[in-house]
């Protein structure tokens, strides 16, 4: 017979064996799902076992129904529970993922800084280069290409608007020959990244 809530009784009602008004409380067994009754308020500690129905039998019906919602209560609450869990489990995750993405933008804007003095470099001295310059299989030529193909690739580096420096046939800058290889002189050619 245990119970899950408990209300004072109406004023003028029969006191308990104690002398105290009893207590309104609710029957959760199979046999009485729901149904209140009349017990002492000290049944917990030892109190006397003054006990009597306030609502009338419970029908056939009730008796199927009741307990089958209740259970599904209980189901659905847990059911919420690990819901939450997976939720804060999920939050967590994600927050994981975001700061390792921040850092993985970090080392690709310092990848792509580095590519574009690379390039810088190799238009600053491509005319004091004599001869053909090989790295490993590759002309400095080829190397170039590679560096500049990477570059202009690399659009997540967060690098929009910067010029990047390409060779070209204008008619200042660095190199010799009136040939244009820098993007600090007049007449150079400026690749931008954009994202």
């Not at 193909?149 to 580096?157: D, E, G, I, P």
Request: with cysteine; hydrophobic share 30%; net charge positive.
């Amino acid at each position: 017979m245990s119970s899950s809530s408990s209300t004072s009784s109406s004023p003028g009602l029969r006191l308990c064996y104690c002398k105290k008004t009893p207590c309104l409380q609710t029957s959760w067994t199979d046999d009485n799902p729901g149904r209140r009754f009349k017990g002492c308020e000290n049944w917990k500690n030892g109190g006397c076992n003054f006990f009597r129905w306030f609502d009338p039998p419970m029908c056939p019906r009730s008796m199927v129904v009741i307990p089958e919602l209740r259970r599904e209560k209980i189901r659905v609450a847990s059911e919420n529970d690990q819901l939450r869990q997976k939720i804060s489990s999920l939050l967590d995750e994600k927050m994981n993922l975001e700061r390792t993405i921040a850092n993985m933008g970090f080392e690709n804007s310092n990848m792509a800084r580095r590519l574009c003095s690379l390039q810088v470099w190799a238009c600053c001295n491509w005319e004091n280069i004599e001869g053909p310059c090989t790295v490993g299989l590759c002309t400095l030529k080829e190397v170039f290409e590679v560096v500049a193909a990477v570059l202009l690739r690399t659009t997540a580096a967060g690098l929009g608007g910067i010029p990047v420096v390409a060779p070209g046939n204008g008619y200042g800058g660095f190199g010799s020959k009136g040939k244009g290889y820098g993007g600090f002189g007049g007449g150079c050619r400026h690749l931008h990244l954009h994202q």
